[in-house]
């Protein structure tokens, strides 16, 4: 992921419960940072959602580009 890439949630990202809210919307990334401590390596990805007014941040995993 690159900032300005359109992403949607992954099939991973709409079974959880904490991204309900985002489900059917695609996004901007706004940041891409490294998470420490965590074993895989993987990026926070600040995504300003489409109809909100909020940045949410997720993981790699929870995240695809958009069709």
Request: aromatic share 6%; proline share 1%.
């Amino acid at each position: 992921m690159q900032v300005g890439d359109i992403v949607e949630l992954s099939a991973y990202g709409k079974r959880l419960k904490c991204n309900e809210g985002f489900v059917a919307r695609v996004g901007l990334v706004m940041e891409v940072e490294p998470v420490r401590g965590l074993a895989s390596q993987t990026n926070a990805v600040m995504v300003n959602w489409s109809g909100l007014n909020n940045v949410n941040y997720h993981i790699r995993r929870d995240l695809k580009h958009a069709k």
